[in-house]
């Protein structure tokens, strides 16, 4: 079964801060894998995704994730923050094949102005 | 107009009493599925269905039952709601090809006292 974890569950950073999440995933095959973002009273929102192809990815509002396959890794960056990026974010895998999205427990980022 | 659209957007019931959540959507998509969120916990599971006929647990699906009218309509029912029920509920959707990104809904706070 395919799991998520992501650590320090809380991050409290000033604005230009650089920020890095990172998430694990336990599964040896082929994945998609996601960051979602849900601001404060907001539904998710797909930040950026792999599915093939280059590692690093983009993503809306500035930010990146790297693929890294040999370490069953996809963490999130963002060389700068702004009081804006405070929000709850998720890592989420799918197995290839699989229908269903396995979720992280999530990132509380607080940004200080 | 928004793709996803969950009814009631909050609810406050007692114990015992049966209660549903109504999502809707206007996407098109085949795949529906229904989600709670928990703080520390991330998003689980708890049902999804892949077309009018076509219903599957998830990671938590005791003491929730749902129905899929339509391919627009797909609802979770507390039959008998509890305490431990209280939590924010998302409704999400996607198409049988592709990725697997999954598009949510604006959830469904529900509180049980």
């Known amino acids: 079964a395919q799991s998520v974890s992501q650590h320090n569950h809380h991050v409290i950073l000033s604005e230009a801060a650089s920020l890095e999440l990172g998430c694990n995933y336990s599964?040896?095959?082929?994945?998609?894998l996601f960051w979602y973002v849900q601001y404060p009273g907001q539904h998710l929102q797909l930040l950026l995704k792999y599915f093939s192809g280059d590692p690093l990815v983009k993503g809306i509002k500035g930010f990146e994730a790297e693929f890294i396959k040999s370490k069953f890794s996809f963490n999130l960056r963002k060389p700068s923050v702004q009081w804006s990026d405070t929000a709850e974010y998720f890592c989420a895998v799918n197995a290839r094949g699989n229908n269903r999205l396995a979720f992280g427990k999530g990132n509380q980022v607080v940004v200080i102005p | 107009d928004a793709d996803v659209t969950q009814t009631p957007r909050n609810r406050i019931t007692k114990t015992g009493k049966r209660i549903m959540l109504e999502c809707s959507q206007t996407?098109?998509?085949?795949?529906m599925y229904w989600y709670r969120q928990d703080p520390g916990l991330g998003l689980r599971l708890i049902y999804y269905?892949?077309?009018?006929?076509?219903?599957n647990k998830g990671e938590i699906s005791d003491g929730y039952s749902v129905s899929r009218q339509a391919q627009a309509k797909f609802s979770l029912s507390l039959e008998s709601a509890i305490p431990n029920q209280t939590a924010l509920y998302f409704c999400?959707?996607?198409?049988?090809?592709?990725?697997?990104?999954?598009?949510f809904g604006p959830g469904t706070r529900l509180t049980v006292l």
């Open positions: 269905s892949f077309d009018v006929k076509d219903i």
């Open positions: 599964y040896g095959g082929t994945v998609n």
């Open positions: 999400a959707t996607r198409t049988g090809l592709g990725d697997n990104e999954q598009f």
């Open positions: 996407k098109g998509h085949d795949r």
